[in-house]
Structures are given as C-alpha cells and as structure tokens.
C-alpha cells in the first residue's frame, strides 16, 4: 500500500496568514496532487505536478501556490490566507504507469 | 472542462440490500471512471474502477457499469453491510496524466 503522510494535521490561521502544507510520498510515484475537499463539492484540484521541479495549474488554484522540490515532497502555499481557504486538503499521489491516486490523511486548515 | 454530477448526495439501505450509486459526466473524451471510498472521519481509497474499452466490471460485490452513450456510470453494492457505509465519490478522467475531476460524494448508509 502506498504510503502518503501529510503535515500538519491541523492549523489555525488568521487572515492574511501565511501557510504552507506539506505532503511526502515514499513509493517513488511520479504524480502528486493537491485538492481541497467542502461539503457539497466534492474534492477539486488545486495544483498537481509530473515530478520534480514541475508544477500545473489545477481547477481551483487562486490563492495558492505550490513547489515540489523533490520526487517525495509536494508543497502547498497560501501566503496570504483567506477565510475562504478554510477547508480539508489531501495531497495524493499515483505512479505514471498506474492510474490509482493514494491519498494522505488530510489536513484540517481553519482560516480565522 | 469535465463536470461530474452525482445524483444521489444520501443513500440509505438496509443490510444485505443492495445499492446503487449513479454519476453523470460531460466530456466524451473521459476514458477512465475511479471509485473511492470515505469512511467517517477518514481519507479516501480506491474501491473499483472501469475504462471505456469496457461497460462493466465487477470485483466482489463491487460492479461498475458504464453507458458512453448516455455518459452515465453507477457503482452496484450487493450484500451490504454495515462497514460499507461511508461517503462514495465517483470521477472521471480523460485519461492524460491522471487529472481527475470528483463528483460531490454520496453519503451511503447501511442500517442494521
């Protein structure tokens, strides 16, 4: 089973804050990705990326930015934090050759 | 871009019943439909899922059935039990680089 480990699990923010979520995969995948999971949504794309030092757009991605900075690590940025950006967020990640995403726990991010 | 309705926000059933879970999408060019599974206060894992090469699947009491021409795809739970319930979400990919689009989740309930 893949393994994916988010951090933190939990954060708590003001407005204007500046955040950074962070996700490690340890199966060698290619893909990562980061989505934001809200009631009645679903989960939505914010920025996903090939491999190192590649990153692309998602569905949903004002307001955030993001690096991978190596094949293992995928970060997720919000600089200037928004009560809108209260929300879950799971980072996942999929080999190239396979479609299956394998999801991390989730991080709980409250936005005051 | 791709949309993904699911039909069904609450689904309840009685054990040993079955269930059906139902997802439209748009883009005739989707070609992969996942299936991933939520429990309560969990992340998501993959549960079953279908290529358009084929209009059924079927793994245990999982079967996935897809109709390209109605761009329509539905989740069969046979033999429910009480650890299937959790919060189902469908989705759909056009295939390149595994960018999925989530339907909204539907929240299934097995009751004793």
């Known amino acids: 089973e893949a393994a994916v480990t988010q951090s933190p699990r939990n954060k708590v923010t003001v407005t204007g804050g500046n955040v950074t979520l962070s996700c490690r995969q340890t199966n060698s995948h290619n893909y990562m990705y980061w989505y934001r999971q809200d009631t009645g949504h679903g989960l939505r794309l914010i920025h996903y990326?090939?491999?190192?030092?590649?990153?692309q757009i998602g569905d949903v991605p004002d307001g955030y930015k993001a690096t991978r900075t190596t094949q293992e690590d995928f970060f997720l940025l919000l600089e200037l934090a928004s009560p809108s950006q209260t929300s879950l967020y799971f980072c996942?990640?999929?080999?190239?050759?396979?479609?299956?995403?394998?999801f991390g726990p989730g991080t709980r991010l409250l936005v005051l | 871009g791709e949309k993904v309705e699911q039909h069904e926000s609450t689904l309840s059933v009685r054990e040993g019943d079955s269930a059906v879970i139902n997802c439209t999408y748009t883009?005739?060019?989707?070609?992969?439909f996942p299936w991933y599974k939520q429990e309560a206060g969990k992340s998501l894992h993959f549960v079953i899922d279908?290529?358009?090469?084929?209009d059924r699947k079927q793994s245990q009491r999982l079967t996935v059935l897809l109709d390209k021409k109605a761009k329509r795809f539905s989740l069969h739970i046979t033999a429910t039990q009480p650890e299937d319930s959790a919060i189902y979400f469908c989705?759909?990919?056009?295939?390149?680089?595994?960018?999925?689009?989530f339907g909204a989740g539907t929240r299934l309930a097995v009751c004793p």
């Open positions: 279908i290529r358009s090469n084929v």
């Open positions: 990326s090939y491999g190192a030092g590649n990153l």
């Open positions: 996942a990640s999929s080999d190239r050759q396979k479609d299956t995403q394998y």
């Open positions: 989705a759909a990919s056009i295939g390149s680089f595994n960018k999925l689009t």
């Open positions: 883009d005739t060019a989707s070609s992969y």
